[in-house]
Structures are given as C-alpha cells and as structure tokens.
C-alpha cells in the first residue's frame, strides 16, 4: 500500500451514515494491517546509508550531510511521540482513542528506528530550531481541532513528499527503506486526521473554525522555514536546491491549503509565506 492509497481511503458516503466514526475506525484497521516491527527493517543486509565515494574528507562531508537528514527525521519523531500521546489523552471518542493508541505506537517504532540508524553513522547532530518551535506550537494549541488540523491534516501530509526525496536520493540503504516505510505511515496519520477533523468540526462553533485558519496563519511562516533550513553540514547543497525548494514547498503549501478548504473551512484569509 502506498501513502497516496493510505491517504485516499476515505470512507464511502453511505458507511459514514453508519457511524460518524466509520472514517476513523478504517484508518484504525488500515494502522494494524500496515504495522511493522524494527526488525524487519534489513539492517545486516543494507548498508546505512550511501557509500560515500572519493577522498576520505568527502567522504566524511558526505556522512554528515546524511547524518544530519537523520537527525532532522529523528527530532520530528521524538516530537512525534509527544503529540500523539497528547492526542491520545485529548480525544474524547473511544474509537479515536482506538486509533490514536496505534499512532503512538507508530512514532515511537520511527523513534527507535532513527535512533538506531543514527547510531550506525556517529549520533545525534544539530537541531532545527524552526522544528523545536513548531513542536511548541503544536503541543500547546489550546484545542483538539487545531492539533489535529496542526499536526495531522498540515505536517504528516506536508512530511511524506520528503520522505520520497529522501528515499530517491538513497536507493539501496537501510536510510531508503525507512523513508518508504513511514511515508505509508504517515499517509495513515494523515488520512485518519482528515476523518478525524471532519467528525470535530460537525459541532465546532465558527469562532473555533476561524481559531484554525488563525493557527495555520502562525504555523505557515515557520513550516516554510523549517521546509528551507539546513544545518551547517548541509549548507553547502542547501544553496543549490533553494530554488527547487522553494518551488516544491509552494505547491506543498497550496496542497495544504486546498485540504483546509475541503474540511468546509473558509482559507481565503489564509497567507502563504511567499
Ligand atoms: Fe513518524
Ligand atoms: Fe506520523
């Protein structure tokens, strides 16, 4: 299965008349059925990362570049834990309550798996700051409906097109093997917030839905800028691919808005960083 399918799997019009939570429970079945194990992950039979080729120095340059690509994946993971678990205990429903005690279990299986790889290529590096201050955000907006809408609907959809930059990047390593592992992840975590936010907002006041487009409005600036930052070890490559960052974050963020606006949210005071 993947991402795009995971994502897709909205319930039918007619099994949403069922049960308002049917879109939910799917995404529940989708997460067990898509479960893996740290494990299964070929780490004898891959190297961690690509071979570097060339002069010891380029080689060690090389390394860090990958390091800090990991690093990056791994302070979003750690993240990741701690927004699910709040997610967990905020959900009022037992079915997302269901769902969301998979989507713990996921991020914390992305955290091991970084952590191990990481430690196979000299440990942890720096941190983005725009990710600390986006974890901020995300873990003390005041309600459930913006962290979905925050976390689930923006930041797992917006996370999965770089998962696939990645992966193409590093074929044949255990690095490109995780990458497609947690985009179809991830394609989960979207897809059930999508379902999720659209059962919150069927009794959310307009003041609450304007609070969202409010949220957005303060999270766009600094996901752009977490979407362009580079470390020192990779500030060098981070010249070149600006242009074709920015372009790609563009149409990430306009992907983004098009959703909002497709949860019956009014995105026309939406401003996009750009
Ligand atoms: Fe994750
Ligand atoms: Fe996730």
Redesign the pocket.
Known sequence: MSAEQAARAEPEPEQEQESRHAGVLRFYDLAKRAEWQVRDVPWSELPPIPEGKGSPQRQARRRDVWRSVIMQQLQA?VF?CEM?AQLLNAAPDPEAKLYYST?VQ??SR?TEAWLKLIGQVGGEGERDPHLDNLAHMFLEADTLEEKVFL??VFF?RL?IPRFRLIARSSRGTVLEDLCNR?AV??GI??GAGMAYERVLLEDATPKVKGELVDAANRMLPEFAAHALWRPQARQFIGNLMEARDRERLKTELEHGVRLAGSLGLDVSSVELPY
Request: glycine content about 0%; hydrophobic content about 30%; charged content about 40%.
């Open positions: 993971d990741a699910s989507m996921d991020e992305h976390m689930q797992e996370i947690l992840d991830d975590h979207h």
